[in-house]
């Protein structure tokens, strides 16, 4: 069927009918949801690369009954530039809106009359094997951070993040579903996501576009969260006085307002960062909110020109991918872009890739990556521990019975 004779419908949800995102989606749909707004999907009208899906989506024949809908592509822009990027469009769509209304958007030959979706039944607790290992050797990893700060004090880079890998494996398969429930349970106000055998739960918002307003919330920065509120209290404070911390938020900051500004009439941001806790950590955050100009830009291309942001990557950007190319030994993939969607107008919201795991195949084993922003005041060990912390997210959802 080519392109051009997409034909979409979309429907309100069916009033006195339950709707629960996760089990929409399953274990092998499609999911991205913030604090119960958001959608899940299943099976593909259309895969197809990144830099043409806003045609495509723009061809579809769009019959909309629910008010303000259109169609929607999803999908995972990876962290190195030079590998490929497919978005989908899914066959059935369910969404629900900040207004509390809820829709299913169909796409293709059926959407006329389209099949009901069933909800996947809720998995039962199963207690299962699990190993966790390495895959960058410790050595490796306390190495590459003292080679990025090393080059921050010679003066070729202000900052640069050095991740590591973690390998999680089973004798079974690892249940998506039963994973996307735990996170909702513990991360329910950060983006959670399952795009394709990736998944996760990030706190950060990379961009959004809704009309003609943008919007970014970056963090960087990061301190453990123990549970007790005295100590997490003292925490947050000596997070926020940080001098290595602050810098390290600031070249994130600096970034991001200077990429976005040219497609703005204006741009706003907080004067002073303030902490975003989560379960496990708490991180220095800043919004930020502006106007675009016309004819304003689609989400895709402000998402193309922040990737990788200095939160991920480093500054001054080519020489810290140059560097984390050399010293880190694996590719990131997936784990360090963007997660997130587009409509057919251009709007949509993208999340950093980040707390997060990759299924293989046969979803036996996960691989998770966790890294940290350094500076001139990184140490090593401190900087493992903050690897440890971040950790914690992906192997609490996937290995708790």
Known sequence: MAMSALRAVTRPWPAGHALHLDDIAGP???????????????????????????????????????GGVRPRALGVVP???????????????????????????????????????????????????????????IDRYLAAVEAAREAV??????????????????PEAIDVHAVL?????????????SVDGFLGASPELLVEV????????????????????????????????SEKNQIEHRVV???????LLPWCS???????????????????????EGHLSDPRPNVLELVKALLPTPALGGFPRDAALALIERVEGFTRGRYGGAVGWVDSAGDGAWAVAI???????????????????????????AELAETQAKFQAMLSAIIRP
């Open 355 to 381: 707390r997060c795991a990759e299924l293989s195949a046969d979803r036996r084993s996960a691989r998770l990556v966790a890294g940290g922003g350094i500076v001139a005041d990184s140490e090593p060990l």
């Open 28 to 66: 092998d749909g499609y999911l991205f949801v913030r604090d119960g707004v958001g959608f899940a999907a299943r099976g593909v009208a259309v895969r197809g690369p990144v830099d043409v899906i806003a045609e495509t989506l723009a061809a579809i024949d769009h019959v909309d009954q629910a």
């Open 266 to 288: 204006y741009l706003d941001w907080e004067p002073e960062p303030s902490i975003m806790a989560v379960a496990n950590v708490q991180h220095l955050a800043t919004a930020m």
């Open 181 to 193: 429930l735990r996170l909702r349970a513990m991360f329910g106000s950060c983006f959670r996501y």
């Open 210 to 241: 809704e009309g003609n307003t943008v919007r970014s919330h970056p963090l960087a920065g990061t301190t453990p969260r123990t549970g007790d509120p005295d100590t997490d209290r003292r925490a947050a404070a000596a997070l926020l006085a």
């Open 153 to 170: 004090h010679e003066g070729s880079l202000t900052k640069a993040v050095i991740a590591r890998e973690v390998l999680v494996s089973s």
């Open 79 to 137: 962290f190195e530039r030079h590998l490929p990027s497919e978005l989908v469009i899914p066959q059935v769509l369910v969404g629900t809106a900040a207004d509390g209304r809820s829709w299913i958007t169909t796409v293709g030959d059926t959407c006329d009359a389209p099949a009901p979706v069933a909800a996947a039944a809720r998995p039962a607790p199963h207690a299962q094997e699990f190993a966790v290992r390495p895959l960058t050797p």
């Open 253 to 259: 900051i600096d970034m991001i307002h200077d990429t």
